[in-house]
T-cell receptor, first 114, second 118 residues
Framework: DGGITQSPKYLFRKEGQNVTLSCEQNLNHDAMYWYRQDPGQGLRLIYY???????QKGDIAEGYSVSREKKESFPLTVTSAQKNPTAFYLC?????????????FGPGTRLTVT | AQKITQTQPGMFVQEKEAVTLDCTYD???????LFWYKQPSSGEMIFLIY??????QNATEGRYSLNFQKARKSANLVISASQLGDSAMYFC???????????????FGKGTLLTVNP
């Protein structure tokens, strides 16, 4: 089945440690995105990538890093510089061309940093 | 900058009745799209319906319809014949289409929690 996978579903880390969240898609989508969701809030864009080996900062990129070495994969690293990393992280993908292509979302990773 | 406002933190509806979830938006761009997503307690975001700024007719997808009033900058979601499985968070989002490089960004509202009562 085509879709987006994120692993793991729950992740626990100690403060000061970097952690990498996985996102893989087999939808042949060009564009991929990372969002952060805090309780009672909407989604905020962290990073997005339109094509392989290219990515742009979103609204809240500080303390995060990404790579896009393969079309199917867009991992997100939460670094120790992120002051409040505990949140729900959602990965999404879409076709690059056209106006109406909606973004498809993965199941999310809930990160807890103590 | 774009902004989405959802003024209803929570809504209740009886099973089989219709419900309207409000969404207003703000943008200076003329070309844009409006999306509604459903987020069940599992966390995944599910795309429901899309409305383009130049679409003359309101979008419909099964039990979902979008009441688009461009002059008022509103894009309300109407769910007909509510079902227990409709209980979830609902998010309105907007994407603008311009040459400024932000074409791929979705701006989300804070969401409305819908509870369907039996």
């Amino acid at each position: 089945d085509g879709g987006i996978t994120q692993s793991p579903k729950y992740l626990f880390r100690k403060e000061g440690q970097n952690v990498t969240l996985s996102c893989e898609q087999n939808l042949n989508h060009d564009a991929m995105y990372w969002y952060r969701q805090d309780p009672g809030q909407g989604l905020r864009l962290i990073y997005y990538s339109q094509i392989v080996n290219d990515f742009q900062k979103g609204d809240i990129a500080e303390g995060y890093s990404v790579s896009r070495e393969k079309k199917e994969s867009f991992p997100l690293t939460v670094t120790s510089a992120q002051k409040n990393p505990t949140a729900f992280y959602l990965c999404a993908s879409s076709f690059r061309q056209g106006f109406i292509y909606e973004q498809y979302f993965g199941p999310g990773t809930r990160l807890t940093v103590t | 900058a774009q902004k989405i406002t959802q003024t209803q933190p929570g809504m209740f509806v009886q099973e089989k009745e219709a419900v309207t979830l409000d969404c207003t938006y703000d943008t200076s761009d003329q070309s844009y799209g409006l999306f509604w997503y459903k987020q069940p307690s599992s966390g995944e975001m599910i795309f429901l319906i899309y409305q383009g700024s130049y679409d003359e007719q309101n979008a419909t997808e099964g039990r979902y319809s979008l009441n688009f009033q461009k002059a008022r900058k509103s894009a309300n979601l109407v769910i007909s014949a509510s079902q227990l499985g409709d209980s979830a968070m609902y998010f309105c989002a907007m994407r603008v289409f311009n040459s400024g490089g932000s074409n791929y960004k979705l701006t989300f509202g804070k969401g409305t929690l819908l509870t369907v009562n039996p």
